[in-house]
């Protein structure tokens, strides 16, 4: 399927001697041509809170962008999602630059979040091990102790546009061969870049104008790396307190091992296996690392000694839930069981009890949403092996109305998926040892390059415009303004049970924005340029547009992907 190619830019201006600036509360400013935005607008919010940024006609961009065009301002500060985002990218930089100045020898790579940071690891460029180097705590305490040294120094992040042949060779004169790979796939004739003293490097996105503002952070010894904390989103004087999840670690590291088997780290890596038609074998064996995980799963929760009645599925939206739970029955068949599958969307209250988030919209994430009266009646009854009528919701109705007649067979499990599937107030009369829990969520993904990460957030939704577009019929400005009260719920919600599950099973499969790129395009270039939440659309397509296309047919009938784009052999 051929998509349309990236919304064109909207043309400058003729040139002139000055622009028209419209600022918050309508104030409006005749600006010199050429100037910095950023000479323009306050260095603090009304809250004291430092602007890092604008959204200059709804696009974010950096303080010094240059006034070209009469445009709508609007300011960027570091309580906001694209303020935190600013702040990290440039902590980033920062450890960069700290390691490099004390290691030179050692290249630092961002592989992926874990405790609302983000884990890293080091590797010794003369040594030329594909392992990262085991770092000790002296280690990172003289790179944290130099970070604030830098700090102090207010070292600037200086931006500037260059040819993509010039960056080029900037590139490889920091021995950046990642980013080398990665400029084959810019359309662009020119990309920014960003110095830290030095150091020459690329992002994707803006940085704050220098270290001074990066006050608040910490790093860790983790595993054969580091975490590096920055402030949470939409609380910039505060660190939260670092705590360890070690099965989420696992998995991260299991996905580490997953990449080295697949032989792809970065978007550029499978680029290259499209350009080399090597990518149906590069699917296959991905696939196949979904289904082996999948039996493994199967064959503990067979083998448990505990003997679980209840396979509890929970995961945040977008996950893949409803197909991982058909095809993790199919693996329970195949060991002799044959589950009863239950989805916790069809015991939804009416539309008129569900309760409503602080905005006034319908707030679908709340525990609340759910009649979990109804559900624990039929459980019990469903465990006595006594037949049952389930409810099914309507969405189009807004209300249950009578589903199917179910009876579970003696000593056959029963699996509850939905998003409050591992809260304990789902069913605390039944004991845990009578549950197997199992928390999903795409957890990782390709990064563009080693130091500019993808969101797992970012992946699920990309998943969630696609399927909201093509079964839900919502637009792009519908699925995008909806994602923050979204992730709100699931922080709330989801997210602090997943300590509670046996297993956790990473649904992210590193080829997917190929394919799902494709339709997620179409929706996004139709979110209207003057709209707010189009700055949040030109970023996704920003960073989907560095991927290939390859053909959606390559896609397995029983993949995960298949319940986001159609085809599925599954009936849904």
Same mark, same amino acid.
């Not at 041509?33 to 260095?43: L, M, N």
């Not at 930089?93 to 290249?107: G, M, N, Q, S, T």
């Not at 189009?396 to 007649?405: A, D, F, M, S, T």
């Given at each position: 399927?051929?998509?349309?190619?990236?919304?064109?830019?909207?043309?400058?201006?003729?040139?002139?001697?000055?622009?028209?600036?419209?600022?918050?509360?309508?104030?409006?400013?005749?600006?010199?041509? *050429?100037?910095?935005?950023?000479?323009?607008?306050?260095?603090?919010?009304?809250? *004291?809170?430092?602007?890092?940024?604008?959204?200059?006609?709804?696009?974010?961009?950096? %303080?010094?962008?240059?006034?070209?065009?009469?445009?709508?301002?609007?300011?960027?500060?570091?309580?906001?999602?694209?303020?935190?985002?600013?702040?990290?990218?440039?902590?980033?930089?920062?450890?960069?630059?700290?390691?490099?100045?004390?290691?030179?020898?050692?290249?630092? /790579?961002?592989?992926?979040?874990?405790?609302?940071?983000?884990?890293?690891?080091?590797?010794?460029?003369?040594?030329?091990?594909?392992?990262?180097?085991?770092?000790?705590?002296?280690?990172?305490?003289?790179?944290?102790?130099?970070?604030?040294?830098?700090?102090?120094?207010?070292?600037?992040?200086?931006?500037?546009?260059?040819?993509?042949?010039?960056?080029?060779?900037?590139?490889?004169?920091?021995?950046? $061969?990642?980013?080398?790979?990665?400029?084959?796939?810019?359309?662009?004739?020119?990309?920014?870049?960003?110095?830290?003293?030095?150091?020459?490097?690329?992002?994707?996105?803006? %940085? %704050?104008?220098?270290?001074?503002?990066?006050?608040?952070?910490?790093?860790?010894?983790? *595993?054969?790396?580091?975490?590096?904390?920055?402030?949470?989103?939409?609380?910039?004087?505060?660190?939260?307190?670092?705590?360890?999840?070690?099965?989420?670690?696992?998995?991260?590291?299991? /996905?580490?091992?997953?990449?080295?088997?697949?032989?792809?780290?970065?978007?550029?890596?499978? $680029?290259?296996?499209?350009?080399?038609?090597?990518?149906?074998?590069?699917?296959?064996?991905?696939?196949?690392?979904?289904?082996?995980?999948?039996?493994?799963?199967?064959?503990?929760?067979?083998?448990?000694?505990?003997?679980?009645?209840?396979?509890?599925?929970?995961?945040?939206?977008?996950?893949?839930?409803?197909?991982?739970?058909?095809?993790?029955?199919?693996?329970?068949?195949?060991?002799?069981?044959?589950?009863?599958?239950?989805?916790?969307?069809?015991?939804?209250?009416?539309?008129?009890?569900?309760?409503?988030?602080?905005?006034?919209?319908?707030?679908?994430?709340?525990?609340?949403?759910?009649?979990?009266?109804?559900?624990?009646?039929?459980?019990?009854?469903? %465990?006595?092996?006594?037949?049952?009528?389930?409810?099914?919701?309507?969405?189009?109705?807004?209300?249950?109305?009578? *589903?199917?007649?179910?009876?579970?067979?003696?000593?056959?499990?029963?699996?509850?998926?939905?998003?409050?599937?591992? $809260?304990?107030?789902?069913?605390?009369?039944?004991?845990?040892?009578?549950?197997?829990?199992?928390?999903?969520?795409?957890?990782?993904?390709? $990064?563009?390059?080693?130091?500019?990460?993808?969101?797992?957030?970012?992946?699920?939704?990309?998943?969630?415009?696609?399927?909201?577009?093509?079964?839900?019929?919502?637009?792009?400005?519908?699925?995008?303004?909806?994602?923050?009260?979204? &992730? &709100?719920?699931?922080?709330?919600?989801?997210?602090?049970?997943?300590?509670?599950?046996?297993?956790?099973?990473?649904?992210?499969?590193?080829?997917?924005?190929?394919?799902?790129?494709?339709?997620?395009?179409?929706?996004?270039?139709?979110?209207?340029?003057?709209?707010?939440?189009?700055?949040?659309?030109?970023?996704?397509?920003?960073?989907?547009?560095?991927?290939?296309?390859?053909?959606?047919?390559?896609?397995?009938?029983?993949?995960?992907?298949?319940?986001?784009?159609?085809?599925?052999?599954?009936?849904?």
């Amino acid at each position: 399927m051929q998509t349309q190619s990236p919304a064109a830019k909207p043309k400058a201006a003729e040139p002139r001697a000055t622009y028209k600036i419209t600022l918050p509360g309508g104030v409006e400013k005749e600006i010199r041509a *050429g100037a910095p935005i950023g000479e323009y607008i306050p260095k603090e919010s009304a809250a *004291g809170i430092p602007i890092v940024a604008v959204r200059f006609n709804n696009k974010v961009a950096s %303080l010094q962008r240059p006034v070209d065009r009469d445009a709508v301002v609007d300011y960027v500060d570091l309580s906001s999602r694209d303020g935190a985002l600013i702040y990290r990218r440039s902590l980033t930089f920062l450890l960069i630059r700290a390691v490099r100045d004390l290691f030179p020898d050692l290249k630092v /790579y961002i592989n992926h979040s874990l405790n609302r940071g983000y884990y890293g690891e080091v590797y010794n460029e003369i040594t030329g091990q594909n392992k990262p180097m085991l770092l000790a705590p002296t280690d990172v305490e003289r790179i944290k102790a130099h970070m604030k040294k830098l700090v102090d120094a207010d070292v600037p992040f200086e931006r500037r546009e260059v040819p993509i042949e010039e960056a080029v060779e900037l590139f490889k004169a920091q021995g950046l $061969n990642d980013k080398v790979a990665l400029m084959k796939y810019r359309n662009d004739k020119t990309i920014a870049v960003y110095t830290c003293g030095p150091i020459v490097n690329h992002f994707f996105g803006q %940085l %704050l104008p220098s270290t001074g503002l990066l006050k608040l952070f910490d790093l860790h010894l983790c *595993g054969p790396g580091f975490v590096l904390i920055p402030p949470p989103h939409g609380t910039p004087n505060q660190l939260p307190p670092y705590i360890h999840h070690e099965k989420i670690f696992q998995v991260f590291q299991e /996905y580490e091992h997953w990449s080295q088997i697949l032989g792809v780290r970065t978007v550029a890596d499978v $680029n290259q296996l499209v350009d080399t038609k090597k990518i149906n074998e590069y699917v296959l064996v991905a696939e196949a690392l979904h289904e082996k995980k999948l039996a493994r799963i199967a064959d503990m929760i067979t083998e448990h000694p505990r003997h679980p009645r209840i396979i509890l599925l929970s995961g945040p939206s977008s996950s893949g839930k409803t197909t991982t739970v058909k095809r993790l029955s199919v693996q329970l068949r195949v060991n002799g069981m044959r589950p009863l599958v239950i989805g916790l969307d069809d015991f939804f209250v009416e539309r008129e009890r569900t309760p409503k988030d602080e905005t006034g919209e319908y707030d679908f994430e709340s525990f609340q949403a759910i009649d979990v009266a109804l559900l624990q009646d039929c459980v019990r009854k469903i %465990l006595r092996n006594g037949e049952v009528r389930l409810p099914h919701f309507d969405f189009i109705q807004g209300k249950p109305v009578p *589903g199917e007649l179910v009876q579970l067979q003696p000593g056959q499990p029963l699996i509850l998926e939905g998003i409050h599937a591992l $809260n304990p107030d789902l069913l605390p009369e039944i004991p845990d040892g009578l549950k197997f829990k199992i928390f999903i969520s795409p957890l990782t993904h390709l $990064n563009i390059d080693d130091h500019n990460r993808i969101g797992s957030g970012d992946t699920r939704l990309i998943r969630r415009l696609v399927r909201d577009s093509r079964y839900r019929g919502y637009d792009g400005v519908a699925t995008l303004s909806r994602w923050p009260s979204v &992730r &709100r719920g699931e922080e709330k919600n989801i997210l602090p049970y997943q300590d509670n599950a046996d297993i956790i099973f990473n649904s992210s499969l590193p080829y997917e924005v190929l394919i799902l790129k494709q339709h997620a395009m179409q929706v996004l270039q139709n979110v209207p340029r003057e709209h707010p939440i189009y700055s949040e659309a030109a970023r996704l397509i920003k960073f989907m547009s560095y991927y290939r296309n390859i053909n959606p047919d390559i896609v397995p009938r029983h993949s995960l992907l298949r319940e986001f784009i159609g085809g599925s052999s599954f009936k849904y």
